[in-house]
């Protein structure tokens, strides 16, 4: 890695006397700007995480970060002194980004309105691998080029203090940047339409307004993870839990045709109140096939949601799979899930059934037109191209389920499906997902457990009440 004698030297010491000289205590209008800035920036951080954040200034927006430990670099020594004031329990470094040394891997970490400071905005984001795991979560932001005649402005009143020279960089020459330097982008959002606190008129602004009006926000964040590579790493093991409700006819398929995939695949069967023989069928299966890792157990509750909750309560492998017991999704395809979680391009797959030709009966067309409009809600309700929300197959790390489970809290126990559940808790914990097409078969025995309107009903309610908690907060 480079030291400081390889990047503009002159830019970083005259941004370094810039702030040895500039007031250590904001006007309201800053204050106010960082007030909100660390709502945003608690919603993206659990109170539990380590954070470090780059630029950090008089921490004033650490201040307002809820996390359990809390570091700060700056250039001014003067600024890092006001900060360890106003931050007690906080700790911090006089360092520049670009060639920054703490020893500590951190959760998050922090760069906000500091990369239009930067000398060299690449070495800054390559150098956070040295404080990052694999699971660290880099969250930027940084002022829309739109805004830019209105800060003019706001500085010329006198309601904005005076900036050194600084770079104006787009949201796609961040995510490029980022790209550089071996961080992949999950997802990246505008907020704050009115930056600065009127009587509380903020508030009903920047939560009902902002989310629909997005362009025009004056703030741009993007979360990125670290780019993995995971072929040395020793191939996880995995679980797949196969929810079955009247599903008598699918279950020995359904051990014949499930790959064994990684260290070890088990299978685990929820049996879901069926009157069908689904049951013995499963009693039946697991002793005929003892070569084979089957676990048997009957939900104590209702629906998929609980039975895939049972499943993975009972799971020992390192990567968590669904397969519904229809096989409309064929269990030939779980090797591709598996492999996007192993080679670690993302954390979190979900099946895609509305790309590849499907059989002529799989789908009914109002069905398609409702998978399709719910894939076009969530993508704009979690920020990352999500297609088809209501296939059943969706595979994750057991890691990060335990972390979605132990955050449920959030949402509450809304979602009678799984489905749901398991993608709000994805991305409330900013983790990358990742679309896996699949060929959608028709079903061969029984007949469909979902009803199409009282279920469709649920689901948009659902769909409203996590956009209060996503996106309109």
């Known amino acids: 890695m480079s030291d400081l004698a390889d990047i503009p030297r002159q830019h970083i010491d005259s941004i370094r006397a810039f702030y040895e000289a500039a007031p250590v205590t904001l006007n309201r209008a800053a204050q106010g700007y960082r007030y909100l800035l660390a709502h945003y920036y608690n919603l993206l951080i659990p109170a539990n995480a ?34 360890k004031i106003k931050v007690p329990d906080g700790e911090f470094h006089v360092q520049a980004g670009e060639t920054l040394t703490l020893d500590e891997r951190f959760d998050y970490i922090i760069v906000s309105d500091t990369l239009n400071l930067a000398a060299d905005v690449q070495q800054l984001l390559a150098r956070l ?56 982008p999950i997802f990246s959002q505008s907020r704050l339409l009115l930056p ?28 990125a993870r670290p780019k993995l590579d995971r072929s040395a790493q020793t191939p996880p093991t ?58 048997i157990m009957q939900q104590p509750g209702k629906g998929k949601g609980d039975a895939v909750r049972t499943g993975y ?17 064929p269990p030939e395809e779980l090797p591709k899930f598996y492999e996007v979680l192993a080679s670690g391009r993302a954390e979190f797959a979900n099946g895609c059934r509305l790309v590849y030709p499907m059989d002529e009966e799989a789908m009914q067309f109002l069905n398609l037109c409702a998978n399709k409009t719910f894939g076009l809600i969530f993508t704009w309700l979690l920020g990352q191209p999500v297609k088809d929300t ?3 197959t969706k595979v994750l790390s057991r890691v990060h389920y335990d972390r979605i489970a132990a955050n449920r809290t959030y949402f509450g126990n809304f979602d009678p499906f799984g489905d749901f559940d398991l993608l709000f808790g994805a991305a409330k914990l900013n983790l990358k997902i990742a679309d896996v097409p699949i060929r ?28 209060r908690k996503l996106k309109f907060v």
């Open 50 to 83: 380590s954070v470090l954040e780059i630029g950090c200034g008089n921490g004033e927006l650490l201040a307002g970060i809820k996390a359990r430990r809390k570091v700060g670099v700056d250039l001014s020594a003067r600024q890092i002194d006001a900060a």
């Open 313 to 329: 309560a009972a799971a020992t492998g390192d990567i968590l799979m669904i397969l519904d017991a229809d096989l409309t999704m």
């Open 238 to 295: 995995v679980s797949v839990v196969i929810p079955a409700r009247n599903e008598a006819g699918n279950i020995e398929a359904a051990v014949l045709r499930t790959p064994q995939m990684g260290a070890g695949t088990e299978l685990i069967f929820v049996e879901g109140n069926s009157t069908d023989h689904t049951w013995a069928e499963i009693q039946r299966v697991k002793a005929a096939y003892p070569d084979h890792a089957i676990k």
């Open 390 to 392: 209501l296939c059943g």
């Open 129 to 184: 691998h040295g404080v990052s795991h694999e699971d660290t979560r880099l969250i930027v932001n940084f002022y829309s080029s739109l805004w830019r005649p209105l800060l003019a402005l706001a500085r010329w009143l006198g309601l904005r203090s005076n900036q050194p020279l600084s770079s104006w960089l787009s949201r796609a020459d961040v995510v490029n940047l980022m790209q550089l330097a071996d961080w992949q």
């Open 440 to 467: 959608y078969k028709e079903r061969t025995y029984g007949s469909t457990n979902i009803h199409r309107w009282s279920h469709g009903w649920l689901l948009l309610r659902m769909v409203l009440f996590a956009a």
């Open 196 to 223: 600065v606190r009127m009587l509380g008129l903020e508030a009903l602004v920047n939560r009902w307004l902002a989310p629909l009006l997005q362009w025009f926000c004056l703030t741009v964040f993007v979360v």
